[in-house]
């Protein structure tokens, strides 16, 4: 049964940090890209940030800079590091796990969520 368990979300001031960590379980963890996405309130889910199992890593425009996504294979885990929060990062962030191979989908999985809300 393969599950990814969201934490570190929670309540920040504007230009503050969080740490957003994903373990995943009951996958071959190094053989998958890892990614977060986020939703926030009347808005589609969009790409946060992902990493190959290689370590090769992109980011959305709206987070360069600020956030860094991190992977270590040893531990399941994939991080999100988030610096220099704003108002406009408050949402549901999703972890995400996909091994595709030749355009082909093996496994694609998903978290349940973690809140981040930045507000003063």
């Known amino acids: 049964q393969v599950q990814l368990v969201e934490s570190g979300g929670g309540l920040v001031q504007p230009g503050g940090s969080l740490r957003l960590s994903c373990a995943p379980s009951g996958i071959i963890f190094s053989t998958y890209t890892m990614g977060w996405y986020r939703q926030a309130p009347g808005k589609q889910r969009e790409l946060v940030a992902t990493?190959?199992?290689?370590?090769?890593?992109n980011y959305a425009d709206s987070v360069k800079g600020r956030f860094t996504i991190s992977r270590d294979n040893a531990k399941n885990t994939v991080y999100l590091q988030m610096n220099s929060l704003k108002p406009e990062d408050t949402a549901v962030y999703y972890c995400?796990?996909?091994?595709?191979?030749?355009?082909?989908?093996?496994?694609?999985?998903w978290g349940q969520g973690t809140q981040v809300t930045v507000s003063s």
């Open positions: 995400n796990a996909d091994r595709t191979i030749r355009t082909m989908t093996r496994g694609v999985y």
């Open positions: 990493i190959t199992n290689g370590g090769s890593t």
